[in-house]
Structure formats: C-alpha cells, structure tokens
C-alpha cells in the first residue's frame, strides 16, 4: 500500500497552489467553474451546479498510456502486412534491377559472339539423289492407302437400314481424291527440289539467288541493325556487302549492380566501347561466311562491312568500308569458333582493317574479287 499527501495553499483570490506526492500544480476560477494544470502538462476544466452535486469534467494533454496496449489484432496485422508489403517490393525491385543488368551483359556477349551460330550444312549432292516418293503414273502411298479403304469397305446393318452405303461410298471416293492431290504435291515438292540441287550444283547463279531468297540465311541478323547485299559472277566466288550499324547496336552506357541492389549507369570506357564494336564486325563477318558455305558450294567469300562515319569536311554521315576480308572455306573450318577471339581470327586470311583502340575503326580499300 503507497502512501501520499496533498497540501494545497492559497496564493490570490481565486488561484490555489496544489502540492503533492504526484507533483505541483495550480488551479484559478470561482465557485462553480474552475481550472487545474500540473507540471506533467495535463489540465481539467470542472463545471459544477451549486448545491445539486451536479458537475462536469474534461481532461487533455500529458502522457498517456502507449496507444499500442490499446490496438486490436487485426490492427496489428495489419503493421504486419505493410512490413511485408514492403519488404516485397524491395525484393521486387531487386530482381528487376539484376534482370536488367542480366540482359545488358548477356547482349554484350550476343554481340562478341555471334559467329558461334551456324545454319545446318544443305548437302546438295544428297538431295538431287533422293529417290522419288513414288513412280510417276502409279497411285501414291496416301492414295493407294484411300483405295484400299474403298476396296474394304462392307456396309453394316444399321447402313443397309437407314440406306447410308452409297453416302458412305462417296465419302470414300472423295478421300481417294483428296489423297491423290497430296501425293502429287509431294512428288512435285520433290521434283522441284532435286531440280534446284542440280542446278546448284552446276553453278547457276539465278539458282543461287533463288536458294538464298528461301532459305534466307542470315534472317535473324536482321536484330543487330546488319542488311546484305549479295553478289555473284561466278559459282565458286561471292561477294558480300553488310551494313553493320555500330552506332545502334554497340551501347554507350554500361549497367552494373551496386552493393544495394540498385542500378548504375555510367559511361562506357571508350576503349571498350571501340573494342566491342570491332567484336561485332569481325564475328559478324564470319558468322557470314559460316552460313553462306553451309547453304551453296563456294569456295572462298569476299566481305565488306560498312558503317556510317562522319565527314568533316562535308559534315554528312557517309558510308564507309571499315573491314574487307577474303574468307577460304578450308581455313574457315579449321577455327574453333568456341574458344577463337574473333577480332584477332581475321590474320588467318587476307584482309584490310584499320582499326585504333580509342578512335576505331578507319576506312579502308576493298580486297578486289
């Protein structure tokens, strides 16, 4: 059990000085209405009737009790789903940023590795060699197998009875028929086919045209700004021309991770920004010649690769040859394109590049066909 004591003194009319166990404080008004503070900042104001023990009391200010004693479970709850909201979206946040970095560098390596992709090899002589689906002027394997149907055809009781034999009989001429126009198309998709091989490989350059219009070799180059002109005099020997676009394909800026998980954005190094972009040509380039020898029986490629530079004396971007190179088949494939570096691989055939580590690339000549 505490003890305490209260003395209360009077100062002026009206206003008491309050002292106790608790603290100090101070009440003014009259009878009927007064006012109290303390020195913990809290104050009452009490209205009363006279003589009817009627009164009225209002308290503010001071401290109060933690309003957290006071919250209900489903307020609580709710703190806790907005920690966890938030501690979600930071992890969000952070994985979005680490796949952004993840793309960017895994473009930079699609870029210096592009000559790792090839086209599968069309073997020219094996196709002109195929045997035919089937002997001109003889029923097809789909036909023969829709005339067979026919040939077994016996109508069932329930047939007989609604009169549905002669329905079900056309049904059965008419997949003969339908069978028939397929293997007519396949014989004719082989004829075609072999005719082009001969062709091809009697070094008809209309044929070579034809083939690359259909094949379309380098199609998904079409993603790193590169267009292709492609020329040919003579069977054995094409010349290329490739629009390379370093501008649009090399980036500028490089994005990294920091200790926080946030994304940095910062120049590139010159340097490295050349260096990428002579990586580019030269594994475009042979990326080139890898799908070009896959696809027709050539025996050496001649490429150009052409990038637009600025004219100072004329103060236009003009097209400029950055890189001619005479590719070999036998030399091309003794490269292992996993391990090469494709930049240096261009001194094992004959070649004009001028290229600086912090200016890059220079124009050059064309090697002459």
Same mark, same amino acid.
């Given at each position: 059990?505490?003890?305490?004591?209260?003395?209360? !003194?009077?100062?002026?009319?009206?206003?008491? #000085?309050?002292?106790?166990?608790?603290?100090?404080?101070?009440?003014?008004?009259?009878?009927?209405?007064?006012?109290?503070?303390?020195?913990?900042?809290?104050?009452? &104001?009490?209205?009363?009737?006279?003589?009817?023990?009627?009164?009225?009391?209002?308290?503010?200010?001071?401290?109060?009790?933690?309003?957290?004693?006071?919250?209900?479970?489903?307020?609580?709850?709710?703190?806790?789903?907005?920690? #966890?909201?938030?501690?979600?979206?930071?992890?969000?946040?952070?994985?979005?940023? %680490?796949?952004?970095?993840?793309?960017?560098?895994?473009? #930079?390596?699609?870029?210096?590795?592009?000559?790792?992709?090839?086209?599968?090899?069309?073997?020219?002589?094996?196709?002109?060699?195929?045997?035919?689906? !089937?002997?001109?002027?003889?029923?097809?394997?789909?036909?023969?197998? @829709?005339?067979?149907?026919?040939?077994?055809?016996?109508?069932?009781?329930?047939? %007989?009875?609604?009169?549905?034999?002669?329905?079900?009989?056309?049904?059965?001429?008419?997949?003969?028929?339908?069978?028939?126009?397929?293997?007519?198309?396949?014989? +004719?998709?082989?004829?075609?086919?072999?005719?082009?091989? &001969?062709?091809? =490989?009697?070094?008809?350059?209309?044929?070579? !045209?034809?083939? *690359?219009?259909?094949?379309?070799? #380098?199609?998904? =180059?079409?993603?790193?700004?590169?267009?292709?002109?492609?020329? =040919?005099?003579?069977?054995?020997?094409?010349?290329?021309?490739?629009?390379? +676009?370093?501008?649009?394909?090399?980036?500028?800026?490089?994005?990294?991770?920091?200790?926080?998980?946030?994304?940095?954005? %910062?120049?590139?190094?010159?340097?490295?920004?050349?260096? *990428?972009?002579?990586?580019?040509?030269?594994?475009?380039?042979?990326?080139?010649?890898?799908?070009?020898?896959?696809?027709?029986?050539?025996?050496?490629?001649? *490429?150009? @690769?052409?990038?637009?530079?600025?004219?100072?004396?004329?103060?236009?971007?003009?097209?400029?040859?950055?890189?001619?190179?005479?590719?070999?088949?036998?030399?091309?494939?003794?490269?292992?394109?996993?391990? *090469?570096?494709?930049?240096?691989?261009?001194?094992?055939?004959?070649?004009?590049?001028?290229?600086?580590?912090?200016?890059?690339?220079?124009?050059?000549? %064309?090697?002459?066909?």
């Amino acid at each position: 059990m505490g003890f305490g004591f209260r003395k209360s !003194f009077k100062i002026a009319p009206g206003v008491r #000085l309050n002292v106790s166990s608790r603290g100090v404080g101070a009440s003014v008004g009259v009878k009927g209405l007064r006012y109290s503070v303390n020195s913990k900042g809290q104050s009452r &104001t009490t209205v009363s009737l006279p003589g009817t023990g009627l009164s009225y009391t209002s308290a503010s200010g001071g401290s109060s009790r933690s309003r957290g004693n006071y919250r209900t479970a489903s307020y609580q709850r709710q703190l806790e789903l907005n920690r #966890l909201q938030k501690e979600r979206e930071k992890l969000q946040e952070l994985q979005r940023n %680490r796949l952004e970095v993840d793309l960017f560098e895994n473009k #930079l390596e699609m870029i210096k590795s592009i000559h790792k992709e090839c086209d599968d090899f069309v073997d020219w002589q094996d196709i002109k060699n195929t045997e035919p689906p !089937f002997l001109k002027g003889n029923p097809g394997p789909l036909e023969q197998q @829709a005339l067979q149907e026919l040939q077994n055809y016996r109508p069932g009781l329930m047939a %007989r009875v609604f009169n549905q034999e002669e329905k079900r009989v056309e049904e059965l001429r008419k997949k003969v028929l339908e069978a028939r126009k397929k293997d007519e198309e396949e014989f +004719q998709e082989w004829s075609s086919l072999t005719e082009t091989a &001969t062709k091809v =490989l009697h070094g008809d350059l209309d044929t070579y !045209f034809e083939v *690359i219009k259909e094949f379309a070799p #380098l199609d998904d =180059l079409s993603e790193f700004g590169s267009g292709f002109e492609f020329f =040919l005099e003579e069977p054995h020997t094409m010349e290329v021309e490739f629009d390379v +676009q370093t501008k649009k394909v090399v980036p500028t800026e490089m994005k990294t991770l920091t200790s926080t998980g946030k994304v940095s954005v %910062r120049n590139m190094p010159i340097s490295k920004y050349y260096d *990428i972009q002579q990586d580019y040509v030269c594994s475009c380039t042979l990326r080139i010649a890898r799908d070009m020898f896959a696809l027709l029986p050539l025996d050496r490629i001649i *490429i150009h @690769a052409l990038d637009s530079q600025l004219n100072t004396s004329t103060g236009h971007h003009e097209k400029i040859v950055v890189l001619s190179v005479k590719i070999d088949r036998t030399t091309l494939n003794r490269l292992n394109f996993e391990t *090469i570096d494709c930049s240096d691989s261009m001194v094992n055939f004959e070649h004009k590049m001028n290229f600086r580590k912090t200016k890059g690339f220079a124009p050059v000549d %064309r090697i002459q066909v």
